[in-house]
């Protein structure tokens, strides 16, 4: 499986590609589906990396404290 960046990287060059005025229409359409199965799976990443980050930075100071669910809890006073 390829790493976040790599895709990030051919998610990138599809965008590069698109703007291509040469390229055919059934070619366009392969890289852009291409494309659109990239960002869902890098969205999907970010998204679990965004749950691990919350639970890392809210982990209680001691074992009877109960965790923080928000992520900058002091911004909502």
């Known amino acids: 499986m390829k790493s976040f960046e790599e895709k990030l990287n051919r998610l990138e060059a599809i965008s590069e590609e698109m703007k291509d005025e040469d390229l055919p229409i059934d ?3 392969q890289i852009f589906e ?3 199965k990239i960002a869902k799976t890098l969205q999907k990443e970010l998204d679990k990396m965004e749950r ?3 639970v890392l930075v809210n982990q209680p100071d001691t074992p009877d404290e109960k965790p923080v ?9």
Not at 69 to 77: A, G, N, V
């Open 27 to 29: 070619k366009s359409m």
């Open 34 to 36: 291409e494309g659109i």
């Open 52 to 54: 691990r980050v919350e």
């Open 69 to 77: 669910l928000e992520l900058f809890p002091e911004l909502d006073k």
